[in-house]
C-alpha cells in the first residue's frame, strides 16, 4: 500500500531555515509528482508546492515563492522542502502527498508540525 | 477569503443526506472544471473522496457523491453515519499550475 512519512518539523525561530523529508513507498515513486500542502492549526488546507516525477519543473504557491524549494530523490523514494527565511505564518502542519494526474491528491502522509516562534 | 467558498458548517441526523456546496469566486472559475473533495478527522490526514468532479476513488462508499454546475460544486452524503462527522474540502485546479482549497465545511451528526 501507499506510504508517505514525512520527518523534520520542530521549532524554529523566524528568519531561520528548515527542511522537511518525505519518504515514500508502496508506489512507483519516480512515475508521479508530488506536493507539499500545509495546514495551519485549527485553519483549512493551503497548498505549497508540487514537483514533477522526474524533478524537471517545480511551482509554488505565492506564499512561498522565492523562500521554499521542493525536490526530490529518485534514488531514495524521498521528497524534500527547504523551507528558508521562515515566518511565524508558516507554522503549520506539512503533508507530502501524492499527485493524481495534477487533478487530485490521491494519497497522504501523517504531517509533520513546524512551529515557527521566537 | 478563499477563492472557493464552503459553508462553515452543516449539520444532519443518522439516515438523512445532506449536501456541502463550493462556490468559485471569478478569479478560480477559470480552472473549476477539475475539483475534488477530502475528508478530515480530527487529528487525521485528508482523504481523497471525490475526484475530476464526480469519480470516486476505490474504496470510497457510494453515499458520497459530487455534481457541479456553472461555479458551483456540491458534494452530498447520503445515509449519513456517525462516522462522517468529519470536515470536508473542496479543491480546485487551476492553470498555473496552482491549486485552491475551500475554507471547508464541519459536518455535524446530530
Known amino acids: 500500500q501507499v506510504r508517505l512519512v514525512e520527518s523534520g518539523g520542530g521549532v524554529v525561530q523566524p528568519g531561520r531555515s528548515l527542511r522537511l523529508s518525505c519518504s515514500a513507498s508502496g508506489f512507483s515513486f519516480t512515475t508521479y509528482g508530488l506536493h507539499w500542502v500545509r495546514q495551519a492549526p485549527g485553519k483549512g488546507l493551503e497548498w505549497v508546492a508540487i514537483i514533477s516525477f522526474d524533478g524537471s519543473s517545480d511551482f509554488y504557491a505565492d506564499s512561498v515563492k522565492g523562500r521554499f524549494t521542493i525536490s526530490r530523490d529518485n534514488s531514495k523514494n524521498t521528497l524534500f522542502l527547504q523551507m528558508n527565511s521562515l515566518r511565524t505564518e508558516d507554522t503549520a502542519v506539512y503533508y507530502c502527498?501524492?499527485?493524481?494526474?495534477?487533478?487530485?491528491?490521491?494519497?497522504w502522509g501523517q504531517g509533520t508540525l513546524v512551529t515557527v516562534s521566537s | 477569503q478563499s477563492a472557493l467558498t464552503q459553508p462553515a458548517s452543516v449539520s444532519g441526523s443518522p439516515g438523512q443526506s445532506i449536501t456541502i456546496s463550493c462556490t468559485a469566486s471569478?478569479?478560480?472559475?477559470?480552472?473549476?472544471?477539475?475539483v475534488s473533495w477530502y475528508q478530515q478527522h480530527p487529528g487525521e490526514a485528508p482523504k481523497l473522496l471525490i475526484y475530476d468532479v464526480t469519480k470516486r476513488p476505490s474504496g470510497i462508499s457510494n453515499r458520497f457523491s459530487s455534481s457541479k454546475s456553472d461555479n458551483t460544486a456540491s458534494l452530498t452524503i447520503s445515509g449519513l453515519r456517525p462516522e462522517d462527522e468529519a470536515d470536508y474540502y473542496c479543491c480546485s485546479y487551476k492553470s498555473g499550475p496552482t491549486w485552491l482549497f475551500g475554507g471547508g465545511t464541519k459536518l455535524t451528526v446530530l
Open positions: 471569478s478569479s478560480a472559475v477559470g480552472g473549476f472544471q477539475y
Open positions: 502527498v501524492k499527485d493524481e494526474q495534477m487533478i487530485a491528491f490521491d494519497y
